[in-house]
């Protein structure tokens, strides 16, 4: 197994001194996709950010948008991660399990993150957008996007996709992790075949917390 690769410097990033290996790495594609939202969109500090789904994506943009000054509401089907939720950064924390109306129960929020690995209830959650509100689908899924009509157009709501982030954003999303202490929940393999083949294991079981990064035995 190679122990280096050669890469052209234009196409690599410097880690701040803060920043891991590991810690950067796990940041290199999630980080940049979440941040790409406070960095290029009229995000602003004191708003009230919604964030639907705590994983892969979604334990970052807690911690991002709360970094940034924004008011963060954590959206989960359960009350399994609320203390994980606050742990992040999340100021209030929703199981949604058996509730038919948000209306009422929660503060309407500025932006709404769907992390979340499936198509959202859009009834539970449009009434509680401002008008006019954003709505910025990350996850990737081959299903048609629906939601109501007449809700989404008397409100003003905005669905923004964010794309993936150019190289200066890059940039700046590693200076601010690094600033504000930012990283990723990781779970760290060997870069062989058991490493591979327990990562994909424990990946199909349900049991990654939050992102892997495989290292080669004796190249920390």
Same mark, same amino acid.
């Given at each position: 197994?190679?122990?280096?690769?050669?890469?052209?410097?234009?196409?690599?990033?410097?880690?701040?001194?803060? #920043?891991?290996?590991?810690?950067? $790495? $796990?940041?290199?594609?999630?980080? $940049?996709?979440?941040?790409?939202?406070?960095?290029?969109?009229?995000?602003?500090?004191?708003?009230?950010?919604?964030?639907?789904?705590?994983?892969?994506?979604?334990?970052?943009?807690?911690? %991002?948008?709360?970094?940034?000054?924004?008011?963060?509401?954590?959206?989960?089907?359960?009350?399994?991660?609320?203390?994980?939720?606050?742990?992040?950064?999340?100021?209030? %924390?929703?199981?949604?399990?058996?509730?038919?109306?948000?209306?009422?129960?929660?503060?309407?929020?500025?932006?709404?993150?769907?992390?979340?690995?499936?198509?959202?209830?859009?009834?539970?959650?449009?009434?509680?957008?401002?008008?006019?509100?954003?709505?910025?689908?990350?996850?990737?899924?081959?299903?048609?996007?629906? #939601?109501?009509?007449?809700?989404? #157009?008397?409100?003003?709501?905005?669905?923004?996709?964010?794309?993936?982030?150019?190289?200066?954003?890059?940039?700046?999303?590693?200076?601010?992790?690094? %600033?504000?202490?930012?990283?990723?929940?990781?779970?760290?393999?060997?870069?062989?075949?058991?490493?591979?083949?327990?990562?994909?294991?424990?990946?199909?079981?349900?049991?990654?917390?939050?992102?892997?990064?495989?290292?080669?035995?004796? $190249?920390?």
């Amino acid at each position: 197994m190679a122990s280096h690769i050669v890469f052209r410097e234009a196409f690599t990033y410097t880690l701040p001194p803060k #920043l891991s290996l590991a810690a950067g $790495a $796990a940041l290199m594609c999630g980080g $940049a996709t979440v941040f790409n939202i406070f960095d290029m969109f009229d995000v602003r500090p004191t708003q009230r950010v919604g964030i639907i789904g705590l994983g892969g994506l979604g334990h970052l943009a807690i911690q %991002f948008a709360a970094k940034v000054g924004c008011e963060v509401v954590v959206f989960s089907s359960s009350e399994a991660k609320r203390e994980e939720a606050l742990h992040y950064g999340a100021h209030e %924390f929703v199981a949604t399990n058996g509730i038919d109306s948000l209306e009422g129960k929660v503060r309407p929020v500025h932006h709404l993150i769907l992390c979340a690995s499936f198509q959202i209830p859009w009834e539970l959650y449009l009434p509680i957008l401002y008008k006019p509100g954003s709505i910025y689908p990350l996850t990737v899924s081959f299903d048609e996007l629906k #939601l109501p009509y007449v809700p989404w #157009l008397f409100g003003g709501v905005r669905i923004q996709a964010s794309i993936v982030a150019p190289r200066a954003g890059y940039r700046r999303m590693l200076d601010f992790a690094a %600033f504000h202490g930012i990283e990723a929940t990781i779970e760290r393999y060997t870069l062989d075949k058991d490493g591979i083949e327990r990562a994909m294991q424990d990946l199909r079981d349900g049991k990654m917390r939050y992102k892997v990064v495989l290292y080669a035995p004796g $190249a920390e």
